[in-house]
């Protein structure tokens, strides 16, 4: 067995309380042999089949024995016709023994490969432990079970048991599935085995690991707490996405006889000078450039180099924060997971302590990482304490990369609570919305989680492998039609909403629907119209057609800001959307009533007033995204009121706290938060 090689034999249950879930099955084992014909091409693999109807394996043949057993195909290199033997598995008509065709598994990996490349040899067991398995003939199940344990640590033989239960397989005694259940349970806990239930066909299609990944650290070294304090660790990574397999390019140049034509493109590239199109530049005469405005800087290669920075191979604490200060949103890249050197006992006891120091005290440790010598880019990132429930499991970290002030996106969006009341969901249309989100809860109370991501393949990879496999057989296959399993991975699911239509219907129904047209800038709210309190209005005869959706009464459409009510006046025009003149109009006639009131004010008994004003107009150019029109109006009314002896409302307003609107509140200001601070704090003086 060669050292890249693995072997596997997959134990399939095909007894008639099975039958249902076996087209799943043979999805996922012609899954697996298809990414092996991909991925790990020299792999070898072995079907065993029980509950069948007659028996076929060495080892009946040697002892007696292990009735209802049939090996389907020996232990040999995957091909075409392994997919196709897997895809058309024959139904069985006995109750299937589990434990003997464990057996007769490990009887084919040991005849085939002996004690070589021990943590090679993979069993894959699918059944749904419906019926006892046999007694044997001295001791117990449960001594049977340690004995074959034993044997396979001894032969470095791995076992992933996939129980089959829920709508996939019939009703069976809770006792007998009890007993088998702490059988397999020993496996897991006696030997490196693995243990899953699941009860629908999507968690039965990632249940198993189709493809192979080797664990490889991608850091070997200390975590260095202090100069005179460190911890040998390991890290590797915990979650990274699988990609499409790498697309080569193909050439059919080669003649069809030819058994041994790699069919490979070699793509060779030169560079010619722009000059001299005949002149080809050698390497030793080419330099990159970076561009600089309109100009080209040259840098050659050893001037790259030492301005590369290079630091360091090391992970370093650089400090401790609360938990949640890390938001979740700040997460970047792939996790990776730090684990205390193997067998080395201090280093298990210095992570274990510190990781329940951190959990005591909900504190996350921040720490700088360069994983190699040479790394041109360091990595901050945030250890996150995971303490194991198993005793056999030491504890551990994950490890999360932080942005740095570059790589975060600044998007400022108004919160709902700055809306008026008018404007805010009623209590009908809040319970609606709270029905329709537990509507499509994937955890509820009592129940399976449903896609749970262990258990849950990537739709668009499980379809291209397929259609792949098709291909082989027939250059000209056509893409099928998604696979029913997959659907309900990427598809709202059907039955749930035929389910809960009456919820779906109650949503719509509390929410009316306008037509939003375009317009020249985008907003960042669709609002109602909703009626004055004015007593100054253009046309009172212009009645809206569109019925409001809380009162059902008709709204007055206000083309003007009047005296009593000048704010909701200037809500009511900034709302209109059926065109985008509407927000400059509202924004001017605001202008010219806080002018107004400012101007007429005796003593400031309108200051107040102008006050509301301004924050209104403030709110509303945010909302609008139009930051630079309040604060030039802000800038004109301070200089208007020094003009016209009126600087204590401009005193009135530093009072009041009301700034310039900064670039922290919306993006397209040119206001930063320090010049906002600063605005109406400095006292100007009085015009002579």
């Not at 192979?212 to 100069?227: A, N």
């Not at 329709?436 to 990879?461: I, S, Y």
Request: glycine letters at 4%.
């Amino acid at each position: 067995m060669s050292r890249g090689k693995d072997g596997t034999v997959l134990l399939i249950d095909v007894g008639p309380s099975m039958h249902k879930a076996l087209p799943e099955i043979e999805k996922l084992c012609s899954m697996l042999v298809e990414k092996k014909l991909i991925y790990s091409k020299s792999d070898e693999v072995g079907v065993v089949l029980f509950g069948t109807e007659g028996t076929e394996n060495e080892l009946t043949r040697e002892v007696g024995g292990y009735d209802h057993i049939t090996v389907l195909q020996n232990i040999r290199v995957v091909d075409e016709h392994l997919i196709q033997a897997v895809e058309q598995l024959p139904r069985g008509t006995h109750n299937g023994d589990f434990l003997d065709a464990v057996i007769v598994g490990m009887d084919m990996l040991i005849k085939k490969y002996g004690e070589t490349n021990k943590g090679k040899k993979r069993l894959c067991l699918f059944t749904n432990a419906h019926f006892p398995t046999k007694a044997p003939q001295d001791g117990t199940k449960e001594d049977q079970v340690i004995t074959i344990a034993r044997h396979m640590n001894t032969q470095g033989m791995r076992l992933e048991s996939i129980v089959i239960r829920g709508g996939l397989t019939g009703e069976a005694k809770k006792s007998i599935m009890d007993e088998n259940d702490h059988l397999l349970d020993i496996f897991s806990k006696r030997t490196c085995a693995k243990l899953v239930h699941v009860e629908t066909p999507t968690s039965l299609l990632g249940a198993l690991k189709t493809r192979k990944v080797s664990p490889v650290t991608i850091f070997r070294g200390d975590l260095e707490l202090s100069p005179k304090m460190k911890i040998k660790v390991w890290v590797y990574k915990k979650t990274s996405e699988d990609k499409f397999p790498t697309l080569k390019k193909y050439s059919d140049k080669a003649a069809p006889t030819d058994k041994f034509a790699t069919h490979e493109v070699k793509v060779d590239y030169e560079y010619k000078s722009a000059e001299d199109l005949s002149k080809v530049v050698p390497p030793e005469q080419r330099i990159k450039g970076y561009r600089y405005g309109p100009q080209v800087i040259p840098i050659s290669s050893a001037e790259w180099d030492a301005v590369k920075f290079k630091p360091e191979k090391g992970v370093k604490l650089l400090g401790f924060s609360d938990a949640q200060n890390i938001m979740r949103h700040y997460y970047m890249k792939d996790v990776n997971v730090f684990i205390p050197e193997p067998g080395n006992t201090r280093a298990i006891l210095a992570v274990s302590a510190l990781a329940r120091a951190m959990k005591d005290k909900n504190k996350v440790a921040i720490v700088r990482c360069v994983w190699r010598q040479g790394q041109a880019s360091v990595i901050v990132g945030a250890l996150t304490p995971n303490v194991s429930d198993n005793d056999n499991i030491p504890d551990s970290f994950y490890f999360n990369v932080l942005p740095f002030s570059e790589d975060v996106r600044e998007f400022q969006f108004p919160s709902f609570n700055n809306f008026p009341a008018a404007w805010q969901p009623s209590e009908q249309q809040q319970e609606a919305a709270d029905d329709f989100v537990r509507m499509f809860d994937l955890a509820p109370p009592g129940k399976q989680e449903v896609l749970p991501p262990d258990l849950t393949p990537n739709p668009v990879l499980e379809r291209f492998f397929r259609h792949l496999e098709l291909k082989s057989r027939d250059p000209d296959a056509a893409v099928p039609p998604i696979d029913e399993t997959l659907r309900k991975i990427s598809e709202p699911d059907r039955e749930l909403i035929a389910e809960n239509k009456s919820v779906i219907d109650a949503f719509r129904s509390r929410f009316e629907l306008k037509e939003n047209p375009k317009l020249k800038k985008s907003s960042r709210r669709l609002l109602k119209e909703k009626p004055s309190v004015s007593d100054e209005r253009e046309d009172p005869m212009d009645i809206s057609d569109q019925p409001n959706s809380n009162e059902h009464t008709s709204g007055i459409k206000i083309t003007k800001i009047g005296d009593s009510a000048p704010v909701q006046d200037f809500e009511a025009m900034m709302s209109h959307r059926d065109s985008p003149e509407w927000v400059g109009k509202a924004i001017k006639d605001m202008k010219n009533k806080i002018h107004d009131l400012v101007e007429d004010s005796h003593e400031g008994d309108n200051y107040p007033k102008a006050l509301e004003c301004l924050v209104a107009l403030r709110k509303g150019c945010i909302l609008e995204q139009e930051p630079n029109q309040f604060n030039d109006i802000l800038r004109s009314l301070c200089k208007f009121c020094q003009e016209k002896y009126l600087s204590s409302f401009c005193e009135f307003l530093a009072t009041k706290e009301l700034t310039l609107i900064p670039k922290t509140e919306a993006i397209d200001s040119e206001v930063t938060d320090a010049e906002a601070r600063s605005f109406l704090v400095k006292s100007e003086p009085k015009l002579e």
